[in-house]
């Protein structure tokens, strides 16, 4: 590993609110990082559980901590950005953590031209059961198939296509990256575990990120790519409803 005056600084945004069960998983797997020229900043939306404690516990390791009542993750997003110096930001939130070498991963891998990174990230759910979603940046106009915990966005890309869109309370990174993806910048997919995220957030609410996720491409998508994209996730929806059956609810023999 190179030195922090060669290696550029990268941001780290956390957004939490009442997470005090998890919190420290995420902060030790930032403050951990193999990669050390990081700038980390937690966003706190006013918790009252002991979440502000766990996290002053660490703030001789955090750049800034903010704790005040927010407007939703988008909002927490935003607060971060604002406060980012770095030249990437990665956003990894309460319920989520990082593999321990992710940001060397994504600072090894990006080049030049790339704007966004993204890789692989391990579902975990409460029954002991796991397994690896890969992002899929060629499927972007069907739907969220890029996983924000392993996204790291140049820092210069927020000035340049604007903040998370704080009415959307789940699909606020699927609308990021069809703006990203519209104005013509790169994505780069690694083929690597970098983030591992626990089952039963509020992204799991299928029904709920269908519809935003509707509302989103409607306000990207061609007449034709969009009706493409409504009858995959019609169908989608369809399978998740009278099909799927889901492997983090059960109880494993």
């Excluded at 626990?198 to 491409?217: C, I, N």
Aim: proline share 2%; glycine share 6%; charged share 20%.
């Amino acid at each position: 590993m190179k030195q922090n005056d060669i290696w550029p600084k990268v941001s780290i945004v956390t957004t939490v609110f009442n997470a005090a069960a998890t919190i420290e998983d995420t902060i030790l797997s930032v403050i951990n990082q193999t990669y050390k020229n990081i700038e980390y900043i937690v966003i706190d939306g006013g918790s009252t559980d002991g979440t502000l404690q766990i996290i002053n516990s660490y703030k001789n390791q955090i750049t800034h901590i903010i704790s005040e009542p927010d407007k939703g993750i988008a909002d927490g997003f935003n607060k971060g950005i604002a406060l980012a110096t770095g030249e990437w930001t990665g956003m990894i939130n309460a319920d989520d953590w990082y593999a321990l070498n992710a940001v060397e991963l994504m600072i090894e891998n990006a080049s030049y031209n790339d704007q966004v990174c993204c890789g692989n990230i391990m579902l975990m759910g409460n029954n002991g059961y796991s397994r690896i979603k890969k992002s899929k940046v060629s499927w972007l106009n069907l739907g969220m198939y890029i996983m924000h915990p392993t996204c790291f966005i140049r820092t210069e890309v927020y000035r340049q296509i604007g903040l998370y869109d704080t009415s959307l309370k789940i699909a606020m990174d699927f609308d990021m990256f069809l703006r990203i993806k519209r104005k013509g910048l790169k994505f780069k997919y690694i083929d690597e575990l970098m983030a591992y995220m626990r089952t039963g957030g509020v992204s799991t609410d299928v029904a709920k990120m269908h519809k935003e996720e509707l509302t989103v491409m409607k306000r990207y998508l061609t007449q034709f790519t969009y009706f493409m994209a409504y009858t995959f996730n019609y169908l989608n929806r369809l399978r998740w409803r009278f099909f799927y059956k889901d492997p983090f609810s059960v109880k494993l023999k």
